[in-house]
């Protein structure tokens, strides 16, 4: 979610092209990504050294953004500056740059790397990464995220001609990768965002306007760019979201998104198998039938079924006599009941999880009290 300009460079153009220690006919690389809370990681070795915690942001146009704790510690030589920020160009702030020998990631290497000194997280209880891994890092490869398999692969290959169906052509105006977005008869500009952990479809306030909502927008907090704060709000769409042959019925919006370009986050993107061909400008698509739970609906019992499903990026869970809670990537904690409507965690008892219902009865949102004393909200996905 982030777009730079350069302002001074010192060893020749900001982002340089990495190069990579393979050669052609190796084998993909094939890495596993791991999760703090919401957030996707990997392990990746910095000058030989680490491994260091990264996570990976294709709203990043840049090859790399370290903190600054990292830059301390491995000793890391200023390079130049940048002015940056969020794609909405306000606020935008100086930042210095720092030459980096090599980034290791699994057993490719990406050489003479200009990387943005930055502190990124945002709040006190957001996971802690030593830096991100952008778009930009990776053109030279076919990258893979498969999030339904946790994976992130690397290999020197090409995606087919583009087919409108699962094969799209993206732009990459800001080194972001753009595609078409059908919202009702609207079509819109769409980030494929891996780094937006705050909603599924993000839209520009005023593209929401002209819409038809099934349900009144509700406030559900503040998010942080790097360098801006807003309120969020998010309601239910009528009308149905399509990009290449995938549609969604009734969706959860969120708004208003940063700049006027809609964002496809990581709620909507964890269901999905993902591949960039940056040479050629396209992304495959894929989405693969969801697992079977472990209990059968049916075997839920009647006065727990309410609770079960998918609330954006949490899913609760009959398992072994009990609900667990399930935030995306992390562990199954089971939920204590603490009143109608209300639960504990067994390993945070000092957490609160409550649930609305709305008309008949039926069980239609979530709010999860977090560590920094904030409620959290999430609308439940329907059938």
Request: cysteine-free; overall charge positive.
């Amino acid at each position: 979610m982030t777009n730079f300009k350069t302002i001074i460079t010192v060893f020749g153009l900001l982002f340089v092209t990495a190069v990579a220690a393979i050669g052609q006919g190796t084998p993909l690389v094939d890495v596993p990504i791991n999760f703090r809370g919401p957030m996707p990681v990997l392990e990746v070795m910095i000058n030989g050294k680490g491994p260091f915690l990264f996570t990976f942001d294709t709203g990043a146009g840049l090859q790399a953004d370290f903190d600054p704790a990292l830059v301390a510690q491995l000793k890391l030589q200023t390079n130049g500056k940048v002015r940056g920020g969020d794609p909405s160009g306000r606020n935008a702030q100086e930042y210095d740059t720092v030459a980096v020998d090599s980034i290791a990631l699994g057993n490719v290497e990406f050489r003479n790397v200009t990387a943005i000194s930055r502190r990124r997280r945002m709040s006190l209880n957001a996971p802690k990464v030593d830096g991100i891994l952008g778009f930009s890092l990776f053109k030279e490869y076919l990258f893979t995220l498969d999030f339904p398999g946790k994976r992130l692969r690397l290999e020197h290959s090409e995606l087919p001609e583009a087919n409108g169906l699962d094969i799209l052509n993206f732009d990459d105006p800001r080194h972001v990768p753009v595609i078409d977005l059908a919202v009702g008869r609207t079509r819109i500009k769409a980030d494929i965002d891996s780094g937006n952990m705050m909603g599924g479809f993000v839209l520009p306030e005023s593209l929401v306007n002209k819409l038809s909502l099934m349900s009144k927008p509700v406030t559900v907090g503040r998010a942080q760019t790097v360098n801006n704060e807003i309120e969020i709000k998010q309601a239910k769409l009528s009308d149905p979201i399509k990009f290449g042959r995938f549609e969604f019925s009734q969706p959860l919006i969120t708004f208003p998104a940063i700049a006027e370009v809609a964002n496809i986050g990581l709620v909507i993107l964890q269901d999905f198998v993902l591949s960039f061909d940056q040479k050629n400008k396209r992304v495959r698509l894929e989405r693969p039938a969801p697992r079977k739970e472990t209990v059968a609906l049916a075997d839920v019992p009647p006065a727990l079924k309410d609770y079960t499903g998918r609330y954006g990026i949490r899913a609760i869970s009959f398992e072994e006599g009990a609900l667990h809670l399930q935030r995306l990537g992390g562990p199954k904690i089971k939920l204590v009941a603490a009143g109608k409507d209300e639960f504990t965690l067994e390993l945070v008892p000092t957490a609160r999880v409550t649930f609305v219902r709305g008309e008949g009865g039926k069980v239609i949102e979530m709010r999860v009290l977090n560590r920094a004393g904030e409620w959290e909200s999430s609308k439940k996905d329907q059938p």
